[in-house]
């Protein structure tokens, strides 16, 4: 079967370092991405991972471990309008995402 | 600037009526579109994948008669919901590649939410 598992919620205070984890199991595995998604809107894409390893970008970083079939994404100097649902999906095979439940992220200062 | 185009962004239809949802990718051919479909504090769950020129892939649980997809062309997919009922009031939305690698991400249209009464 087809899992991929986040926290549902995370709370942090502006200025601060949050890690947000997925851990997933999938029948195939062409790397994983991250997506920010704001309330009523369309996500939007962050990072993505095929080989082990951290990928930086900026204020977001993002890890895979494909042995332990796990990730996380790192949020450094959080703002305020970090405020969104984190989503980890997993590319199958080159075609669509699979994507898991999101982490609601509230930031406040 | 957005990659992907979606209209409506909002339509309140009665129940028993046909909704018709309109994807473009914009400065780029898309042979493959795919549609999401994404209830209140939910994950966006695949519906289907929209082939061009051919028939859509649908997902387990999705039934093709309701949710007719159509793409006539390597910019445009469309997704119907037919005889929409108020369990159908959702937020869908499109998605597609620019590139084929499977490292070219997707990129989401702002989204439908539709809402029948």
């Known amino acids: 079967g087809q899992n991929i598992d986040q926290p549902t919620e995370m709370t942090a205070t502006e200025g601060a370092i949050v890690q947000i984890n997925c851990t997933y199991q999938?029948?195939?595995?062409?790397?994983l991405f991250w997506y920010q998604q704001h309330a009523g809107e369309a996500p939007t894409f962050l990072s993505y991972?095929?080989?082990?390893g951290l990928e930086e970008k900026g204020r977001f970083s993002s890890f895979l471990s494909r042995s332990k079939g796990y990730s996380y994404l790192l949020l450094k100097e959080l703002q305020m309008k970090d405020s969104a649902s984190y989503l980890c999906?997993?590319?199958?095979?080159?075609?669509?995402?699979?994507f898991g439940k999101g982490t609601t992220l509230s930031v406040s200062s | 600037g957005a990659v992907v185009s979606q209209h409506p962004s909002r339509v309140i239809c009665k129940s028993g009526t046909s909704v018709k949802i309109e994807c473009r990718s914009l400065?780029?051919?898309?042979?493959?579109m795919f549609w999401y479909r994404q209830f209140p504090k939910q994950s966006l769950m695949l519906m289907a994948t929209?082939?061009?020129?051919?028939?859509?892939?649908?997902e387990q649980g999705v039934e093709k008669d309701k949710f007719l997809i159509n793409h006539a062309s390597l910019t445009l997919s469309t997704l119907t919901v037919t005889s929409a009922h108020p369990e159908d009031s959702s937020f869908y939305i499109c998605?597609?590649?620019?590139?084929?690698?499977?490292?070219?991400?997707?990129?989401f249209g702002n989204g439908t939410r539709l809402t029948v009464t």
């Open positions: 998605s597609a590649r620019t590139g084929a690698a499977y490292n070219s991400p997707l990129h």
């Open positions: 999938t029948s195939g595995f062409n790397g």
């Open positions: 991972n095929v080989l082990d």
């Open positions: 999906a997993v590319n199958q095979a080159g075609t669509a995402l699979i």
């Open positions: 400065d780029f051919q898309a042979t493959t």
């Open positions: 929209s082939n061009e020129g051919s028939k859509a892939t649908y």
